[in-house]
Structure formats: C-alpha cells, structure tokens
C-alpha cells in the first residue's frame, strides 16, 4: 500500500492519540497508587465481636483525631506555642458537639472493658480537650504527633511522619492499649490512612519497629459495639 503525505499525517493523528491515552492511564494509575496501599490495609480489618475481643487482650494503638471543631474558628499560628491557646479567637476549639462524642466514645471504651494505658496528645488544646472529655486517664503531650502545619517548628513533615510511624510501632504497656490523639494531617501523611474527627485508627505494633493496619471506629460505630457487646 503506497503512503501519500495525507495517509501519513492521519496516520500520525492517530499514533499520537494513542501515545496521549497511554500517557493519561499511566497517569491515572500511578496517582492511585497510595490509595491502592491504603484499601490494601484494610483487608484484614477485624470488626465487631472479634475487634472488642481484640483490644480487651490489649497490645493496640488507637489513634484518635481530635473530636468535632467549630469550623468557623482559624488557627491563628504566628509564633511557637501559639497552638496551645484554648481561646476560640485565636485557635480552632471543640464545638458542643465535638464535646459531647468524646464523652460518647469515653463511655462506650469504659462500658467494653477495653484497657487503656499510656494516653499522648499533640498540644493543641482541642487534642487535649479531647481526652479530657473522653476520661481515660492522664495525658502526656508530645509533638512527635503534631499538626502538620506547624511542621516547620518540628522538623519538617517528613521528620513528624517518621516519629509517627514510630510512635504507632511502639508495643502499649502489658495488657493495655496506647490512645494517641492528634490530627487527620498527622495520620494520612505518615500512613495514607485518613480520619475523620473523632475517628478512631487502630493499628497492631509488629517486630522490627513495624506496624499493621486493623480497624477504623467511627463514633457512631463505638456506640453500637458498646450497645451490642458493653456493660454499663
């Protein structure tokens, strides 16, 4: 078949259609990629029954963002330790709202019997405020799970990603779970795993300074493992 110059040039068209769709997918795909990681964790998620069962033995951190926020607060950060202020004009606070869960969540962790030992909290008042109202016991701030936005104070991201995933391999005290309440940035950026306030993350410390990926608790869903398998 003889090529003329306009057979070609359709012939190119189309070539580079198909060099631009392959492109487009590759794209596509390598942007899915973490996404792909973070649903992989969640195949051997555990749930109801066996999960209360679970953290009752104890040898789980359950990392916890903060409760509900007053979205109509900012964050007003113009120098170190500004994120500790309680004052709703200057830092984002706990809404009513975000009160009342952490009570919620607080009384259906006490009604399942799931023992808790070490309690740590990033500084900011709402992470703090958190435990307070959840009533687990005494709290210990540590910025190895500070807000990301205050990462340069820190290290950088990368530095606090890395303490994270630290703090998250660190096996609790016998026969008790380590509660870490911190920041859905904090999380995501150092496991891909992101949670919604309140949300509870729950993850098993393995050897070699490792860790897995075991359950994620809503408030709602605390509630009803504790209607279904609590005492109060």
Request: glycine share 6%.
């Given at each position: 078949?003889?090529?003329?110059?306009?057979?070609?040039?359709?012939?190119?068209?189309?070539?580079?259609?198909?060099?631009?769709?392959?492109?487009?997918?590759?794209?596509?795909i390598s942007s899915l990629a973490p996404f792909k990681y973070a649903a992989?964790?969640?195949?051997?998620?555990?749930?109801?029954?066996?999960?209360?069962?679970?953290?009752?033995?104890?040898?789980?951190?359950?990392?916890?963002?903060?409760?509900?926020?007053?979205?109509?607060?900012?964050?007003?950060?113009?120098?170190?330790?500004?994120?500790?202020?309680?004052d709703s004009s200057r830092m984002r606070q706990l809404s009513d709202a975000?009160?009342?869960?952490?009570?919620?969540?607080?009384?259906?962790?006490?009604?399942?019997?799931?023992?808790?030992?070490?309690?740590?909290?990033?500084?900011?008042?709402?992470?703090?405020?958190?435990?307070?109202?959840?009533?687990?016991?005494?709290?210990?701030?540590?910025?190895?799970?500070?807000?990301?936005?205050?990462?340069?104070?820190?290290?950088?991201?990368?530095?606090?990603?890395?303490?994270?995933?630290?703090?998250?391999?660190?096996?609790?005290?016998?026969?008790?779970?380590?509660?870490?309440?911190?920041?859905?940035?904090?999380?995501?950026?150092?496991?891909?795993?992101?949670?919604?306030?309140?949300?509870?993350?729950?993850?098993?410390?393995?050897?070699?300074?490792?860790?897995?990926?075991?359950?994620?608790?809503?408030?709602?869903?605390?509630?009803?493992?504790?209607?279904?398998?609590?005492?109060?």
């Open positions: 078949m003889k090529m003329n110059s306009e057979n070609w040039n359709k012939l190119t068209k189309i070539s580079s259609r198909g060099k631009c769709v392959v492109w487009v997918v590759v794209v596509l992989s964790q969640l195949f051997d998620e555990l749930k109801g029954k066996a999960l209360v069962n679970a953290l009752r033995e104890g040898g789980y951190n359950i990392y916890f963002r903060h409760a509900a926020t007053d979205w109509s607060q900012e964050d007003q950060v113009y120098k170190k330790d500004d994120w500790i202020s309680c975000g009160r009342r869960t952490a009570e919620s969540i607080g009384n259906a962790i006490r009604s399942l019997k799931i023992p808790v030992g070490q309690i740590f909290a990033s500084p900011y008042c709402r992470t703090v405020e958190t435990v307070r109202y959840m009533q687990l016991g005494s709290v210990e701030t540590t910025t190895d799970i500070m807000n990301m936005r205050v990462a340069a104070y820190f290290g950088g991201e990368s530095a606090i990603a890395e303490r994270t995933r630290q703090r998250l391999s660190i096996p609790p005290q016998p026969g008790t779970n380590t509660v870490l309440v911190a920041h859905g940035n904090v999380l995501v950026t150092a496991t891909d795993v992101y949670p919604q306030e309140a949300e509870a993350i729950v993850f098993r410390p393995e050897s070699e300074g490792k860790y897995s990926y075991v359950a994620r608790i809503s408030p709602r869903q605390w509630e009803r493992l504790a209607a279904d398998y609590g005492s109060y």
